[in-house]
């Protein structure tokens, strides 16, 4: 295996744990709630407190690593993490469910900005997409193997020991971390010059005033607003609206995250495929965004359709949902030098944790208000296409900045 791909691998290992660590209170909660009593709207709770923190940490870790480097800091945000992980299993009341759960959100939230940094530093523009494709399917395996890992957990162990192993997994994860990754010197070398023109000087606020980087941020704010809502309420609602018990939602709950798997790495290959068969970065990103998004509104449907319809309509939007979230997080790497990558990257990442917060609070109160699910449906299937038009009406042409750009943004610094 060619040294980037096993570093691609490595990072794709990283995600699939973030992910299995963010799926324990989903698929737990029921066996939880014997012992802590959580309604909808704490529960919604939970979810907040995990993505307000996640979106913080989003744009700090993204800062963080540009000034640290990859391999210091992915080192210490997996560290994080695991150790907040396995705090849950501790817990002994709704409050310090809370504070785990914030503090979880904090370590996860520099994954994604040392991934984009691990694709700009060793794989070359034409493959990125693939590579960000393969590093985002990581999300389905830690996704896939939740339900019935932790399904088989609960039965035998409890709910707590869930949680202390997930920890131990991240923690063993640093181990192979430390011991492989190596910086790429050569792209540090051929970045030199963009770190002359866009130094380590430039903030958020710079960087923001790009329309490019709003519109990217605005996009992931609304794809995000109905992944996390997808994500962290698909286990609930197969108790609460089709009546499942732990070994039903065992036995299906992992389906739609494999089809998201298999969603990242197409989108990722197909733009890619795009790129070689003579298409403009532009076009090859903006045309698998759009199928994308033009997938997402089959989950309106769910509600209205039996159980296993509405787990092959979950499918498809799980598939449309990750091919999108590969070649968003594609795009700092498209766009900007490599010096200025995490920090874009995590300021994308912060509105879509944003806007999965802000929506999720909006998902418990409604439910709590005599709201369906199947409200929240109509509504989440929208999403992706407003932020599909965002990107494809405002935010130009997707193309690396030239160095007439690079030198402008350094001045209005």
């Not at 699939?16 to 660590?21: E, G, R, T, V, W």
């Not at 989003?58 to 992980?85: N, P, Q, V």
């Not at 050569?186 to 380590?200: E, K, P, Q």
Request: proline letters at 3%; aromatic letters at 14%; glycine letters at 12%.
């Amino acid at each position: 295996m060619e040294r980037r791909w096993y570093f691609v691998l490595l990072v794709a290992a990283a995600i699939a744990i973030s992910y299995f660590d963010r799926q324990t209170l989903p698929v737990a909660i029921a066996a939880i709630q014997r012992n802590i009593p959580i309604s909808n709207q704490q529960f919604s709770y939970l979810q907040t407190a995990f993505l307000l923190s996640y979106a913080a940490l989003y744009a700090l870790g993204g800062r963080m690593l540009d000034r640290l480097g990859t391999r210091r800091g992915f080192l210490l945000i997996m560290i994080w993490w695991s150790l907040a992980c396995a705090l849950h299993g501790l817990a002994s009341g709704f409050a310090l469910l809370l504070v785990a759960r914030f503090l979880l959100g904090g370590g996860e939230g520099g994954a994604f900005p040392a991934a984009t940094r691990v694709v700009a530093e060793w794989v070359p523009a034409h493959q990125r997409s693939t590579a960000m494709g393969l590093i985002n399917a990581g999300t389905a395996v830690g996704s896939v193997l939740a339900p019935p890992v932790i399904g088989y957990v609960l039965i035998h162990r409890g709910w707590r020991a869930v949680f202390l192993a997930a920890g131990a997994a991240g923690l063993a994860w640093v181990v192979w971390w430390a011991v492989s990754y190596r910086g790429n010197a050569v792209t540090v070398s051929i970045n030199t010059l963009d770190a002359r023109l866009v130094g380590t000087h430039l903030g958020w606020a710079e960087v923001l005033r790009q329309r490019n980087v709003q519109m990217f941020v605005f996009a992931k704010f609304m794809s995000d607003s109905a992944w996390y809502f997808l994500l962290f309420w698909l286990p609930k609602y197969l108790y609460d609206a089709r009546g499942f018990d732990v070994k039903q939602v065992s036995y299906y709950g992992w389906i739609p995250y494999a089809a998201s798997g298999v969603g990242s790495f197409l989108g990722g290959w197909f733009s890619s495929w795009l790129l070689r068969r003579g298409h403009s970065l532009d076009r090859a990103r903006k045309i698998a965004l759009g199928l994308c998004a033009a997938g997402m509104p089959v989950v309106m449907l769910v509600s209205v359709t039996p159980v296993r319809v509405a787990i092959v309509l979950f499918s498809i939007a799980f598939f449309c949902q990750q091919a999108w979230s590969g070649l968003i997080m594609t795009l700092p790497t498209d766009v900007f030098p490599l010096t200025v990558v995490g920090t874009v990257a995590g300021l994308i990442g912060f509105g879509g944790a944003i806007g999965g917060a802000i929506f999720g609070l909006i998902a418990g109160f409604l439910l709590g208000h005599g709201f369906t699910y199947a409200t929240l449906f109509v509504l989440v299937g929208s999403f992706h296409l407003i932020g599909f038009l965002a990107i494809a009406l405002f935010a130009g042409p997707i193309q690396p900045l030239r160095s007439t750009e690079l030198q402008a943004i350094e001045g209005a610094a």
